[in-house]
């Protein structure tokens, strides 16, 4: 995003009720300035960072035109790309890969602009505090979730939840994957980090 419209981004969210009521949408707007590293940045910290075991980390990538994103582990040997690479990580073309975790969380997200590996977002998350805090954050994590799930019982009568989770059970019906599509939908954010 050009310089001039950051700053108009940045002067109708404070101008606006919408910074007190919505802020996510105006870090939404306001993240699209900050400059992403790329990917390829990612894979050689993965690769080259001896303090890091690179085993607990996965990517994800658009495999040709499906739609839904493929993962494999960091380390995973290429049986999918013809040529001379032996890594799936390498052999991947950058522009296909989506996004990294570790473990479970988020590291790097293309499309969300999120970079906890360098923190180039600007949200002051590396990856080392990513690292020390894991265990942290994942027990903040299911205990979100499991009240997002008591809420959810609180509303929904028995037929209405059952309902809901025969209409879910072809897809990834879990706690966590309710929380990612609270937080795309810009919903649960709170909950999320």
Not at 35 to 51: K, T
Not at 65 to 89: I, S
Request: hydrophobic share 45%; with cysteine; charged share 25%.
């Amino acid at each position: 995003m050009p310089p001039h419209r950051c700053l108009i981004a940045l002067a109708s969210c404070v101008a606006s009720a919408a910074a007190s009521l919505m802020p996510h949408r105006c870090l939404l707007a306001l993240a699209s300035c900050v400059a992403l590293r790329p990917a390829g940045d990612v894979l050689q910290r993965l690769e080259y960072d001896r303090g890091l075991d690179a085993s607990r980390f996965s990517f994800f990538f658009r495999d040709g035109q499906n739609p839904l994103k493929t993962g494999a582990p960091f380390d995973a040997p290429n049986d999918r790309v013809n040529g001379t690479e032996r890594r799936l990580a390498y052999a991947i073309p950058e522009h296909r890969i989506a996004f990294f975790s570790y473990g479970e969380r988020l590291v790097w997200h293309r499309e969300r602009r999120v970079d906890r590996v360098y923190g180039s977002d600007g949200c002051g998350v590396k990856l080392g505090d990513v690292v020390a805090g894991h265990d942290r954050w994942k027990a903040h994590r299911a205990a979100a979730a499991a009240a997002t799930m008591r809420d959810v019982r609180a509303v929904l009568d028995d037929e209405a939840l059952f309902s809901l989770r025969r209409a879910s059970s072809q897809a990834d019906a879990s706690p966590a994957a309710f929380l990612d599509a609270a937080s795309d939908l810009g919903l649960g954010d709170s909950l999320v980090e």
